[in-house]
């Protein structure tokens, strides 16, 4: 197995190589569509739900000791999971304050409200795993993201 393509590939204890990571790009790739939708339409229920998909995937792919990918992979996905985390302890007490993430990113509109305090973050872990796709996907191209819900303001 070479180290170009799918990430150079496979699973610790006898999984299937890169078709399971394969899997694991295509689960990372529908997790961020989702989230780009339900956080763009400002379901606040539907982020938390896909945040907490994201966790047990993310963990895995930050550890190790599911996938075997190259260590970019390894520390986009530990962001990735940070922010994550961040993400849902915001999102889970409304006392709390997250921390400074005020990044726009161009080309995304800024969330809507509840989700709007949650804009760089949710943004940033956008970015991020844009870029862990990048990463297990190789040489191939990274998806776009899904058309957002942005709302419409009412006059």
Known sequence: MTSSGVAAAG?????????????????????RDQLARVAYAGDVKGTQDTLAALDPL???????????????????AGMAKDQQSEASRILADS???????????????????????????????LDTLKALLGSLLGALPVPALPPLPVPVPVP
């Open 95 to 125: 006392a709390a304050e997250p921390r400074a993430y005020t990044n726009q990113l161009p080309g995304l509109p800024g969330l809507p409200d509840p989700l709007s305090m949650l804009n760089g973050l949710l943004q940033g872990l």
């Open 11 to 31: 699973t610790v204890g006898g999984g299937k190589g890169s078709s399971s990571t394969e899997a694991a790009s295509a689960q990372v790739l529908e997790l």
């Open 58 to 76: 993310l963990t895995d792919l930050a550890v190790g000791q599911v996938y075997s990918i190259q260590a970019e992979a390894k520390d986009q």
